[in-house]
């Protein structure tokens, strides 16, 4: 069985979870909390990030997009219309803009800071970070989101699915990061109806289903957030 | 003929300059400038960010890795042993960490860092943010060459090519960044042996040649910069 390595807050840990489920990969999960710094896990990935995937004789794979590559070239090629790639490299490209996107625009801009300050402070040690949230940072992150669903409102509505008219690794890399947003009651879905649409959508795929009993230590879920019809 | 928006101090366009050199492929250069915001570039790449090609009938593909899969899939899988990326999908997976490394990680701590006060705060308007260069974020991006430099020169000296045996993306895309440093003189070479040596062969490419005689608009280069033998 392979392992992945991933926090429950993590957009790219969420990102390689949905991806292992829509492919029917059994992975064993380990919550790494990558601001500890382990030894062992860092030798994994000297950069110290996550997600990392431990593959056949545990090579580790390491990063959200490498992973998502990697399980392409070993499983989704197999998997004909349940493929998450399109076939046409100009459709592929597509998609692939749309990943980083979520992963890298929308992360930086608004998920990791979000997540640190209301999440990982709680958890981290006083000497590995920890503190109280700062509030001008969660209001700075706060300030995009609306933009960002827009954005994802836009694709929704003119799309039948993020990346094009398959379900695609855009649907996937959107609904990690929305998925966190959302645990921590950040989107304001009655503004993006076409949105709210394609997220209702995506969560009833059985592979979304593990993400929505996926709890925090301390901080309890939005009342809707396991909920398909919110 | 294929376009491609990008500026010389952009690692992630150099380093599609340099796949596109490697696979033979001929693109008009515009040099963008990104931090004005030009709407008909926003329009290629809502994300505002570089570079951009502009594909087979004008389609836009955004973004270093993004360019860097789509020519994989429509040059590279064609060139035989030629080809900027392994066959096996471990490999590829080891490959595309290191570009994530060189256009992600050494991006974030040092290159757009030493790039955005050294070159392009000289070329910016005073409203796009021009100023004269905050040197505390020189000297916080300078303090993490070393590092970079030492695990390149580890993984030079431990591989025939810093992404295994074959010249691969991850060449190209760590020679994009260390020259943009190299240009800027930020590289103690003398510290770091087996890195110049590799970097040497990097450098000694046709397609590294266009790249030597870049020059940016008041600031040349250091003296060896374009020395295959420095």
Known sequence: ML????????????????????YGVEAELIEEKPWARRKEFLA????????????????????????????DETRGALKRNRRLLPESPIERAEV?????????????????????????KLQMAAEQGGSSPDSTAIRAARSN???????????AATRDWLGGAQPS???MAA????SILDYLGEIEWADHPAARDWYSRVKSRPSFRPL??????????????GDLDF
Chains 1, 2 share one sequence.
Do not use: C
């Open 212 to 225: 929505l009993s996926d709890r925090v230590r301390g901080l309890s879920p939005v009342a809707h957030y």
């Open 169 to 171: 690794y855009a649907d």
């Open 44 to 71: 994994l990935n000297p950069a110290g990030t996550l997600p990392v995937l431990l593959a056949e004789n545990d090579v580790p794979i390491v990063g959200p997009t490498v992973i998502a590559e990697y399980l």
């Open 145 to 155: 989101i609306r933009q960002h669903m827009k954005y994802v409102d836009w694709l």
């Open 96 to 120: 692939r803009r749309l990943v980083d996107w979520f992963l890298g625009k929308l992360d930086n801009e608004v998920t990791r800071h979000i997540a640190r300050e209301r999440v990982f």
């Open 3 to 22: 392992t992945l390595f991933h926090h429950p807050m993590s957009t790219g840990s969420r990102y390689a979870r949905l991806i292992l489920n829509e």
């Open 175 to 178: 609904a990690a990061a929305i």
